[in-house]
């Protein structure tokens, strides 16, 4: 039984630049939910999807966007990236909008703006 | 706004030595209280959770009881190993949240032999 997988494992962008992220939904789950964990602090929460739609956001401006696919999978992206956005971004599965202790974690995406 | 404080790292204990790792928060209502370790080169692993006042959370050794009064969850291991060497983040969620996750800034925990 797959875990949640994330691609890639690293990322080197420069300012300005958009990049993509990927995540895989363990299976049998179909919300994902992202997190972006800068170097040395807790992940925060950027947003959540569930039925292909946006159901919560963080705190994070609109260059941050997603999408969710008819197969759960899910895509992060960041428009006009800045050196702050350098972090390691997390994936997190669950089935339906439950409580948090069926959220399943990726192992991260590390992206690293020059 | 709701948010979680966890002691500060790094902690470094020698094997077999009894671990606290203090955690507080701030929210309105009522929240669930989780502890997530991490792993070096892993993803987050929930270890124990806590959904009312006076609930204790256990799990692999470690345990948490849910204080309302002292708005703490404080994580605890009476015996810990060189392989419990690992980030411990301290998590709230509220249950008309939709399962979004606030974190604390993480303990980094290393066992010695």
């Known amino acids: 039984d797959a875990g949640v997988t994330q691609s890639p494992t690293h990322l080197i962008k420069t300012r300005g630049q958009q990049v993509t992220l990927r995540c895989s939904p363990k299976?049998?789950?179909?919300?994902v939910s992202w997190y972006q964990q800068a170097l040395g602090q807790g992940p925060q929460f950027i947003f959540q999807y569930y039925e292909e739609e946006e159901r919560q956001r963080g705190n994070f401006p609109d260059r941050f966007s997603g999408h969710q696919f008819p197969n759960y999978s899910s895509e992060l992206n960041v428009n006009a990236l800045l050196l702050g956005d350098s972090a390691l971004y997390l994936c997190?599965?669950?089935?339906?909008?439950?409580?948090?202790?069926?959220?399943?974690f990726g192992p991260g995406t590390r992206l690293t703006v020059l | 706004g709701d948010s979680v404080t966890q002691m500060e790292g790094p902690v470094t204990l020698s094997e077999e030595a009894f671990l606290t790792i203090n955690c507080t928060y701030t929210?309105?209502?009522?929240?669930?209280l989780f502890w997530y370790v991490q792993y070096p080169g892993e993803g987050l692993q929930l270890l124990l959770k806590?959904?009312?006042?006076?609930d204790k959370g256990s799990n692999k050794g470690f345990e948490a009881t849910y204080r309302k009064e002292t708005t703490s969850f404080h994580l605890e291991k009476g015996s810990v190993q060189v392989s419990d060497s690992a980030v411990y983040f301290c998590?709230?969620?509220?249950?008309?949240?939709?399962?979004?996750?606030?974190f604390g800034q993480g303990t980094e925990l290393s066992v010695k032999p």
């Open positions: 299976s049998g789950h179909d919300t």
């Open positions: 998590a709230l969620s509220k249950n008309n949240q939709g399962g979004k996750l606030i």
């Open positions: 997190a599965s669950s089935l339906g909008l439950a409580s948090p202790d069926t959220q399943y």
């Open positions: 929210a309105t209502g009522y929240p669930s």
């Open positions: 806590a959904t009312k006042a006076d």
